[in-house]
């Protein structure tokens, strides 16, 4: 729609001139309409990936991946320290620019997808009996054939990334491989404490409750 409303120059496309465009459009009111309409969409999808982030942080804290005090909640049910450590995470990618941030979200985006083919496989071998919401009927060979041309796709896009995106990315990857190791050498010394819900379902779809649950006597007549 822009393109159409002014003659295309594509030395003046840059990051935003969008805001420029609608001054010429509209005047000085629509140019800060739309800065207006841009800051507070971007802020909603900076809040609404930080809560996603943060439950999730919550969630692997319920199933004793994570410290207890992750699973900790405001009086509101928001996961407070999850949002603190999801914020501060933020505050230390402000020092790269926001095509550098792209780029090594891409880049930690696609190697998790690598990740979870890797998962889709071994679940498929480990577990598969668990109950899904549909299953895939190719058996485990044709799952792995699937996930083989997606992945080159992927490996592709990586080794188009930038020195520093790399840097960045692999150095993210390596701490996240020592955490869950680091975690459990905690847990065993006994520093932090973890503990599992027991109203969530493993694997088989049971609840871990069930378990621990004594079995009155049947009384017949």
Request: aromatic fraction near 16%; hydrophobic fraction near 55%; include cysteine.
């Given at each position: 729609m822009g393109t159409g409303a002014v003659p295309v120059n594509r030395g003046l496309w840059t990051d935003g001139y969008f805001s420029d465009l609608a001054?010429?459009?509209?005047?000085?009111?629509?140019?800060?309409?739309?800065?207006?309409?841009?800051?507070?969409?971007?802020?909603?999808?900076?809040?609404?990936?930080?809560?996603?982030?943060?439950?999730?942080?919550?969630?692997?804290?319920?199933?004793?991946?994570?410290?207890?005090?992750?699973?900790?909640?405001?009086?509101?049910?928001?996961?407070?320290?999850?949002?603190?450590?999801?914020?501060?995470?933020?505050v230390l990618?402000?020092?790269?620019?926001?095509?550098?941030?792209?780029?090594?979200?891409?880049?930690?985006?696609?190697?998790g997808m690598i990740l979870e083919?890797?998962?889709?496989?071994?679940?498929?071998?480990?577990?598969?009996?668990?109950?899904?919401?549909y299953k895939i009927p190719v058996g485990t060979v044709g799952a792995t054939l699937m996930c083989i041309p997606p992945t080159i796709l992927i490996c592709v896009v990586l080794a188009l990334s930038s020195l520093k995106v790399f840097v960045v990315s692999i150095g993210a990857i390596a701490i996240g491989f020592m955490i869950n190791p680091l975690l459990k050498h905690v847990e065993k010394k006994g520093w932090l404490k973890f503990s599992t819900s027991n109203e969530l379902p493993d694997l088989n779809g049971t609840h871990r409750e069930s378990d621990s649950l004594i079995q009155e006597p049947v009384l017949r007549t």
């Open positions: 001054k010429i459009l509209g005047g000085v009111w629509l140019r800060w309409w739309i800065q207006a309409a841009a800051a507070m969409s971007n802020m909603g999808m900076f809040v609404a990936e930080m809560s996603s982030d943060s439950f999730q942080l919550l969630g692997m804290a319920e199933r004793g991946m994570l410290p207890e005090f992750f699973a900790q909640r405001s009086r509101y049910g928001t996961p407070l320290i999850g949002i603190l450590f999801s914020a501060s995470g933020v990618l402000s020092w790269l620019s926001f095509q550098e941030i792209v780029a090594a979200e891409n880049f930690l985006y696609c190697f083919f890797i998962a889709f496989v071994w679940l498929r071998v480990k577990h598969p009996n668990a109950p899904r919401p």
